[in-house]
C-alpha cells in the first residue's frame, strides 16, 4: 500500500502552483535536538481572521525523522479551572529531518482560506488569546495544571503557553497571541525552554509535511520556466540516498513524463533523456503535485521548477527524493520514452544491502554493482521493465503483487521464494502496482507467471520498500494452484493442529466461519485437538469487558459440523480484560478444540487467568496441577501478550501434553529495505524471554518425567533460525518439525513475497514417530479465510522410530 500524503496542489502548463514549499533555513541558535512545538494558532475561523482553523504546527530541526507514533499533542484553557481537561489530537508518521508537520483543530465560522492538507487532524477549540499545547509521549490526557507539575511530567516532550497561560515554560508565556495571530518559533527552532524568550506573535503560517503553505506561490517565478536550467535529474538525485540538493530550489529541470500518478500521493514521474556515466545517479524522479492531478501525460517533454525535498513515508524507511509546489511548462507532448532497464538475474546483485553497523546508510555512496537495493536506489524514479516475472506474493486488498525477477533464487515447492536466513535475502522480489486505472493488477496466487514485459518506474514505499509503479503489466499465466487436502489420521494416530484464525468472534460474518470450518474439516481432515490463536472475546473489539468467549466457539463448531467434521469440544482460560495484547477490546486468547469421541480432556479445576500452572510428579508421570492452565501469567515476558494454554489429553490411554502458544508480534521492528542496516529486530526481545518461559516449562515436564509427551505449537511470530527457537528448544527438549521437512516446504506465511515461517509444532523426545505437514490452504492466495496456514502432526503415541 502506497501511503497517501496530504497536500494540495495545482499543476498546468506555464502555471504557478496554488501551494508552495515553504524552505527550512538552516539553525543558527541552539536548536532541540527533537521534535518541537514550531508554531500555534488558536484563532482560525475566529471574526477578523484569514484561516479557518486552529492548527498545531511541528518541527524537526535534528538529522533523522522522529517518529510520532504514539505521540499526542494536547490542550489545556490558558487559566485552568479544577475541573478543567487536557483535550488529546492522536499522531501518526513522523517529522522528516528538516521537516514540518500540521495539526489542524476546531474551525470555526469566520475565515476565508484552508490550511494546507493536515498531516494530523483533532476536534479541539482552542483559545485564540491564552492557552497551552503540549507534545506529548503517550495519548493519556495529562493531569498537570501548574508550571512545576507539567515539569515534572516526564512524559511532556515539548510545551509551549501564550498569552496569560499559568502553564507554560520558562519566565512566562508567549505574547501577542490573537485572531490575526500565532506565535511561532525563529528560523533557527531554537528551544531554551523559555516561551516568551523562543516564541513571537506574527501573521499565521501553517506548513504541512509536504512543505506546502495555504495560497502561496513560488517566491522565484510567477509562472513556469521557459528555459532548461542548469540543473539536471542525476544532479538532484546524487550519488547517496538523500539529495545533495535538499531543501533548495531548482529551475526548469528538463524530463520526459515517464508516469502519471492520478490516486493516492499524487504527481508524475520525469526522466532525463541525456543520462550521465555515473551508474549511481538515476535519471528519474518524481514530481509531487498535492492533491491536484497532474496536467501532464505521459510522452511530454517537460520543464520543471520547484523545490527538492526527501519524503519519509514511515520512521525508520528510507526517503524518496522529488520535487515538490512545481511549476511546469509543457514543450511538446508524444515524445519516446528513454529506454527502460532490464532488471533480471544478471543485473540484480545478490547482496542485499550494505551494512551501518546498525546505523543509517543514507551518507553511503550508492554500489549498485553490489548490493540490490543500492541498484533500486540508483534507479528511484527511472523506467525498468522485466519478463516474465513470476508470483512470490499473491495480489493484495491494494491491487498489490509481489513478483520475482530471479526465478531460481530460493523456489518453494509451489512457486514461492523461501526466506531461510537473515543473511540471506531475497534480492530479486520486487512489488508491482499499476497506474492505469483501466488495466489494474490482475488477481493473482503464488506461482502465476506475469507473461511478457512489466514495464514501470521504480518508487519507494514504507510497505515493502521499493515497487514497480507499471505503464504496462505482463499478461497473466495462471499456474492453478490447488489448495491442500492432508491425509486422514489412522485410528492409532493422535492428529494434532495449530491454525491461526486472525481475530475470529461472534460478529464476524458467517462467510468466514465456514471457510474456516472447511479448513478444519476437509483441509485438515478433522484433527482431535486444534490450538486455535485469535479467537476474540464475542463482541470482537467492542471494549465493555466482555471476555467470554462461548458464543465464538459454538458458531465456530456448529459451521465445523456443517462442513462435515466431528463435533467438537473446547477448553480455554478467559484473559484479564485489556491484558492480553491484540486488537484492543478482542481481549485475544488462545483455544483448544478437541473430538470427544477420539480423545479426552483431563480436566483439573483452579484454572484462571493469573494462576500459573505447574507439572507435578506422580506415581503414573507427570500431571497438571491445573488443566487447562496458563504458564507463568505473571511473568513480565507475558505483558500485554497472549498466554501459552496448557492442557492435559488422554489418548488410547496415554496422556499428552499440549501447549497452545501466540507469542508477541514483530510489530516495532525495524524493515529490511529501511535505511537502518542492519535492522533491529527489537521485538525479539520479548519472544526470547516467552520462548524461555516455555522451555522451562517443558523442562519441568520432563524432569518428572523423562518420557512425557508434550506437543508444543501455534503462531510463535519468528522463524526456525531465530533467537526464539533456539531459546525455545534450548536441552533438545523440544524439536521443530518444520526443519524435518525439504528446505522448499519450510514455511506457513507469505510476506513482502518472502515464505516464511512463524507458525510451529514442537515435540519432546518420546514423541519418535510423526507425521507432520504444513497445510497450504491461505498464505498463498490472493482469497484468503486467515493470512496463516494451518499444520498438523500426526503421532503414533505407542509407537518407535520416527517418520515425517
Keep these: 500500500m502506497y501511503i497517501a500524503r496530504p497536500g494540495s496542489a495545482l499543476l498546468a502548463t506555464a502555471v504557478a502552483v496554488t501551494l508552495s514549499v515553504t524552505a527550512l533555513p538552516a539553525a543558527f541558535a541552539a536548536p532541540s535536538s527533537s521534535a518541537v512545538i514550531s508554531e500555534v494558532y488558536g484563532g482560525g475561523g475566529n471574526s477578523g481572521a484569514t484561516l479557518t482553523r486552529d492548527y498545531i504546527e511541528l518541527a524537526n530541526a535534528g538529522g533523522s525523522a522522529f517518529a510520532l507514533s504514539g505521540l499526542s499533542v494536547q490542550y489545556l484553557p490558558g487559566t485552568p479551572s479544577a475541573g478543567s481537561l487536557w483535550q488529546v489530537s492522536t499522531l501518526s508518521g513522523a517529522v522528516a529531518p528538516g521537516g514540518r508537520y500540521l495539526v489542524a483543530e476546531a474551525a470555526g465560522t469566520g475565515g476565508t482560506v484552508a490550511l494546507p492538507a493536515p498531516d494530523a487532524t483533532g476536534t479541539v477549540a482552542m483559545s485564540a488569546a491564552s492557552g497551552t499545547v503540549a507534545l506529548v509521549s503517550g495519548t493519556t490526557p495529562l493531569t498537570c495544571k501548574t508550571q512545576a507539575e507539567c515539569a515534572a511530567d516526564t512524559r511532556v516532550v515539548d510545551l509551549v503557553g501564550y498569552g496569560s497561560a499559568v502553564v507554560r515554560e520558562g519566565s512566562g508565556p508567549?505574547?501577542?497571541?490573537?485572531?490575526?495571530?500565532s506565535v511561532a518559533r525563529g528560523t533557527s527552532l531554537a528551544d531554551t525552554d523559555d516561551n516568551a524568550a523562543d516564541l513571537t506573535a506574527g501573521a499565521p503560517t501553517p506548513v504541512n509535511a509536504a512543505g506546502e503553505t495555504p495560497g502561496g506561490t513560488d517566491p522565484g517565478e510567477p509562472g513556469g520556466p521557459t528555459e532548461p536550467g542548469t540543473v539536471r535529474v542525476h544532479d538532484i538525485q546524487g550519488t547517496t540516498r538523500l539529495s545533495p540538493l535538499a531543501g533548495q530550489p531548482v529551475t526548469g529541470v528538463p524530463g520526459v513524463v515517464t508516469g502519471v500518478r492520478t490516486t493516492g500521493s499524487r504527481g508524475f514521474w520525469i526522466q532525463d533523456t541525456a543520462p550521465d556515466a555515473d551508474p549511481r545517479t538515476s535519471e528519474g524522479v518524481f514530481v509531487y503535485t498535492g492533491s491536484a492531478p497532474p496536467a501532464v501525460a505521459v510522452g511530454d517533454s517537460v520543464l520543471v521548477s520547484g523545490?527538492?525535498?526527501?519524503?519519509?513515508?514511515?520512521?525508520?524507511?528510507?526517503?524518496?527524493?522529488?520535487?515538490?509546489?512545481?511549476?511546469?511548462?509543457?514543450?511538446?507532448?508524444?515524445?519516446?520514452?528513454?529506454?527502460?532497464?532490464?532488471?533480471?538475474?544478471?543485473?540484480?546483485?545478490?547482496?542485499?544491502?550494505?551494512?551501518?553497523?546498525?546505523?543509517s546508510i543514507e551518507a553511503l555512496a550508492l554500489d549498485p554493482s553490489a548490493y540490490a537495493l543500492d541498484l533500486y536506489e540508483s534507479l528511484e524514479g527511472a523506467r525498468v521493465t522485466m519478463a516474465d516475472t513470476r508470483v512470490t506474493g499473491a495480489t493484495t486488498a491494494y491491487a498489490e503483487v509481489w513478483v520475482t525477477v530471479k526465478p531460481r533464487e530460493n523456489p518453494t515447492r509451489r512457486g514461492g521464494t523461501l526466506y531461510s536466513s537473515y543473511e540471506d535475502q531475497n534480492t530479486g522480489r520486487l512489488k508491482v502496482m499499476s497506474l492505469d486505472a483501466a488495466r489494474p493488477v490482475p488477481v493473482t496466487d503464488v506461482g502465476d507467471v506475469l507473461t511478457g514485459s512489466t514495464t514501470g518506474v521504480v518508487d519507494y514505499a514504507s510497505f515493502g520498500g521499493y515497487n514497480v509503479q507499471a505503464t504496462e503489466l505482463g499478461a497473466l499465466k495462471d499456474n492453478g494452484l490447488k489448495r491442500e487436502?492432508?491425509?486422514?489420521?489412522?485410528?492409532?494416530?493422535?492428529?494434532?493442529?495449530?491454525?491461526?484464525?486472525?481475530?475470529?468472534?461472534?460478529?464476524?460474518?458467517?462467510?468466514?466461519?465456514?471457510?474456516?470450518?472447511?479448513?478444519?474439516?476437509?483441509?485438515?481432515a478433522g484433527p482431535d485437538?486444534?490450538?486455535?490463536?485469535?479467537?476474540?472475546?464475542?463482541?470482537?473489539?467492542?471494549?465493555?469487558?466482555?471476555?467470554?468467549?462461548?458464543?465464538?466457539?459454538?458458531?465456530?463448531?456448529?459451521?465445523?459440523?456443517?462442513?462435515?467434521?466431528?463435533?467438537?469440544?473446547?477448553?480455554?482460560?478467559?484473559?484479564?480484560?485489556?491484558?492480553?495484547?491484540g486488537e484492543p477490546g478482542g481481549n485475544i486468547r488462545n483455544v483448544f478444540l478437541f473430538n470427544p469421541g477420539r480423545v479426552g480432556?483431563?480436566?483439573?479445576?483452579?484454572?484462571?487467568?493469573?494462576?500459573?500452572?505447574?507439572?507435578?510428579?506422580?506415581?503414573?508421570?507427570?500431571?497438571?496441577?491445573?488443566?487447562?492452565?496458563?504458564?507463568?501469567?505473571?511473568?513480565?515476558?507475558?505483558?500485554?501478550?497472549?498466554?501459552?494454554?496448557?492442557?492435559?489429553?488422554?489418548?488410547?490411554?496415554?496422556?499428552?501434553?499440549?501447549?497452545?502458544?501466540?507469542?508477541?508480534?514483530?510489530?516495532?521492528?525495524?524493515?529490511?529495505?529501511?535505511?537502518?542496516?542492519?535492522?533491529?529486530?527489537?521485538?525479539?526481545?520479548?519472544?526470547?524471554?516467552?520462548?524461555?518461559?516455555?522451555?522451562?516449562?517443558?523442562?519441568?515436564?520432563?524432569?518428572?518425567?523423562?518420557?512425557?509427551?508434550?506437543?508444543?505449537?501455534?503462531?510463535?511470530?519468528?522463524?526456525?533460525?531465530?533467537?526464539?527457537?533456539?531459546?525455545?528448544?534450548?536441552?533438545?527438549?523440544?524439536?521443530?518439525?518444520?526443519?524435518?521437512?525439504?528446505?522448499?516446504?519450510?514455511?506457513?506465511?507469505?510476506?513482502?513475497?518472502?515464505?516464511?515461517?512463524?507458525?510451529?509444532?514442537?515435540?519432546?523426545?518420546?514423541?519418535?514417530?510423526?507425521?507432520?505437514?504444513?497445510?497450504?490452504?491461505?498464505?498463498?492466495?490472493?482469497?484468503?479465510?486467515?493470512?496463516?496456514?494451518?499444520?498438523?502432526?500426526?503421532?503414533?503415541?505407542?509407537?518407535?522410530?520416527?517418520?515425517?
Excluded: C
Excluded at 508567549?174 to 495571530?181: D, I, P, Y
Excluded at 492432508?486 to 468466514?512: C, H, M, P, S
Excluded at 459440523?561 to 469440544?569: E, H, L, T, W
Design 174 to 181: 508567549a505574547a501577542g497571541a490573537s485572531a490575526t495571530a
Design 307 to 359: 523545490k527538492v525535498a526527501e519524503y519519509y513515508p514511515a520512521a525508520g524507511a528510507q526517503s524518496l527524493t522529488q520535487i515538490t509546489a512545481p511549476l511546469v511548462t509543457v514543450l511538446s507532448s508524444g515524445n519516446a520514452l528513454p529506454a527502460a532497464v532490464v532488471l533480471d538475474a544478471s543485473s540484480v546483485p545478490a547482496a542485499y544491502v550494505p551494512t551501518a553497523g546498525g546505523g
Design 485 to 524: 487436502v492432508t491425509r486422514k489420521q489412522k485410528r492409532g494416530e493422535l492428529a494434532v493442529a495449530t491454525y491461526n484464525v486472525e481475530n475470529l468472534d461472534a460478529g464476524d460474518a458467517q462467510e468466514k466461519f465456514d471457510t474456516l470450518a472447511r479448513g478444519v474439516a476437509v483441509s485438515l
Design 529 to 581: 485437538i486444534v490450538s486455535l490463536e485469535e479467537i476474540q472475546d464475542d463482541n470482537g473489539a467492542v471494549d465493555d469487558g466482555t471476555v467470554g468467549s462461548e458464543a465464538t466457539l459454538k458458531r465456530f463448531t456448529d459451521a465445523i459440523v456443517a462442513a462435515g467434521g466431528p463435533r467438537y469440544s473446547w477448553r480455554y482460560v478467559a484473559p484479564q480484560d485489556g491484558k492480553d495484547g
Design 601 to 804: 480432556f483431563v480436566d483439573r479445576p483452579g484454572g484462571d487467568a493469573t494462576t500459573a500452572v505447574s507439572a507435578v510428579r506422580t506415581r503414573k508421570g507427570a500431571a497438571l496441577s491445573v488443566s487447562p492452565g496458563r504458564i507463568d501469567p505473571a511473568n513480565t515476558a507475558w505483558n500485554s501478550s497472549r498466554k501459552p494454554l496448557v492442557g492435559e489429553f488422554r489418548f488410547r490411554g496415554e496422556t499428552v501434553f499440549v501447549i497452545a502458544n501466540h507469542f508477541a508480534s514483530k510489530g516495532g521492528d525495524q524493515s529490511l529495505h529501511g535505511r537502518y542496516q542492519e535492522p533491529v529486530r527489537s521485538s525479539e526481545t520479548q519472544r526470547v524471554r516467552q520462548a524461555a518461559e516455555v522451555n522451562t516449562f517443558v523442562t519441568s515436564l520432563l524432569k518428572a518425567d523423562r518420557s512425557a509427551r508434550v506437543v508444543a505449537l501455534g503462531d510463535l511470530n519468528d522463524f526456525a533460525f531465530s533467537p526464539t527457537m533456539k531459546a525455545l528448544t534450548t536441552g533438545k527438549v523440544l524439536k521443530p518439525l518444520i526443519t524435518t521437512l525439504p528446505a522448499g516446504e519450510q514455511y506457513s506465511y507469505v510476506y513482502d513475497g518472502n515464505s516464511q515461517t512463524l507458525d510451529h509444532i514442537l515435540t519432546s523426545p518420546a514423541v519418535r514417530r510423526f507425521d507432520y505437514d504444513v497445510v497450504h490452504i491461505n498464505a498463498e492466495f490472493a482469497d484468503q479465510a486467515s493470512d496463516h496456514d494451518p499444520q498438523i502432526v500426526r503421532i503414533d503415541v505407542k509407537g518407535h522410530g520416527h517418520r515425517h
